[in-house]
């Protein structure tokens, strides 16, 4: 982790970013902090490439439609995010408390961002069920245990169960990430982007890179074009939704973006 212990900045991420043919950026929530929110914002605010923020705020406080209410004219707010993927307890996402305030973001026309580990999917499925009028988003397909020799199959089966839900959409990032072995290869990416594709189809899977945390394994550019060859199997009109259109929908970023030339957005 000692590559990641600096400041990763928009001027460092512009560059990737244009190096990359990369038009547009959501920016993801790292610090479960008000503070961090804001400070995204007025990023975004700074930046017209950085389309939107996901944020966090905190969900599962009995005054959190209060805390909403602050940030209900943040144009480029378009989600929020629970680092659920630390939470010990299994039955968290079970939680009455959480589960209100998930009922609280869909009454302020936010997706939101799911960030779990492929154990915690059987859970996601019914707190899913209890919401099916919310917009999710799936990130990092569901971080499975990626190694040579084997296939997360108890992954392969729970995300195209999650995938059956049409109010869920899967962002294809990270995925390297969880790649066990020392080094990490494109058929080894293939089996996990077959099966998310299979699972979700071209209208509600999406493009993301997860920098700065990809550069444990690969570096920005190096991961766009990995998945342009996963992708290039593609017709035209379903990469302009892997890479572009999804993303506007499922985070309601407005029909303007793809006017704007936002033909790829992490």
């Given at each position: 982790?000692?590559?990641?212990?600096?400041?990763?900045?928009p001027?460092q991420?512009?560059?990737?970013?244009?190096?990359?043919?990369?038009?547009?950026?959501i920016?993801?929530?790292?610090?479960?902090?008000?503070?961090?929110?804001?400070?995204?914002?007025?990023?975004?605010?700074?930046?017209?490439?950085?389309?939107?923020?996901?944020?966090?705020?905190?969900?599962?406080?009995?005054?959190?439609?209060?805390?909403?209410?602050?940030?209900?004219?943040?144009?480029?707010?378009?989600?929020?995010?629970?680092?659920?993927?630390?939470?010990?307890?299994?039955?968290?996402?079970?939680?009455?408390?959480?589960?209100e305030?998930?009922?609280?973001?869909?009454?302020?026309?936010?997706?939101?961002?799911?960030?779990?580990?492929a154990?915690?999917?059987?859970?996601?499925?019914?707190?899913?069920?209890?919401?099916?009028?919310?917009?999710?988003?799936?990130?990092?397909?569901?971080?499975?245990?990626?190694?040579?020799?084997?296939?997360?199959?108890?992954w392969?089966?729970?995300?195209?169960?999650?995938?059956?839900?049409?109010?869920?959409f899967?962002?294809?990032?990270?995925?390297?990430?969880e790649?066990?072995?020392?080094?990490?290869?494109?058929?080894q990416?293939?089996?996990?982007?077959?099966?998310?594709?299979?699972?979700?189809?071209?209208?509600?899977?999406?493009?993301?890179?997860?920098?700065?945390?990809?550069?444990?394994?690969?570096?920005?550019?190096?991961?766009?074009?990995?998945?342009?060859?996963?992708?290039?199997?593609?017709?035209?009109?379903?990469?302009?939704?892997?890479?572009?259109?999804?993303?506007?929908?499922?985070?309601?970023?407005?029909?303007?973006?793809?006017?704007?030339?936002?033909?790829?957005?992490?």
């Amino acid at each position: 982790m000692v590559g990641l212990r600096k400041d990763f900045l928009p001027t460092q991420l512009r560059a990737e970013t244009l190096a990359a043919g990369i038009d547009g950026v959501i920016s993801v929530q790292a610090r479960q902090s008000v503070e961090e929110t804001r400070w995204l914002l007025s990023l975004a605010a700074n930046h017209d490439w950085i389309l939107g923020v996901v944020g966090w705020l905190p969900i599962a406080s009995p005054t959190v439609r209060e805390t909403m209410d602050l940030f209900r004219h943040e144009k480029k707010l378009r989600s929020l995010r629970h680092v659920v993927q630390d939470e010990h307890d299994d039955g968290f996402l079970a939680r009455t408390g959480f589960n209100e305030g998930i009922r609280a973001i869909q009454d302020f026309g936010w997706a939101y961002d799911l960030l779990i580990y492929a154990r915690q999917l059987p859970f996601a499925i019914p707190f899913v069920d209890r919401h099916p009028d919310q917009v999710f988003v799936l990130d990092h397909i569901g971080k499975p245990t990626i190694q040579s020799g084997s296939h997360d199959n108890a992954w392969d089966r729970n995300l195209r169960e999650l995938a059956e839900r049409p109010n869920v959409f899967c962002k294809f990032s990270g995925v390297v990430t969880e790649v066990r072995d020392p080094a990490w290869s494109l058929p080894q990416i293939q089996r996990y982007w077959d099966t998310a594709i299979e699972a979700f189809g071209s209208e509600r899977l999406l493009f993301g890179t997860d920098w700065p945390v990809c550069l444990l394994k690969a570096n920005y550019d190096q991961w766009v074009a990995t998945v342009s060859v996963l992708a290039s199997k593609l017709s035209v009109d379903e990469q302009d939704r892997f890479w572009s259109k999804n993303a506007i929908r499922a985070y309601r970023l407005g029909s303007g973006m793809q006017d704007a030339g936002i033909g790829r957005c992490d």
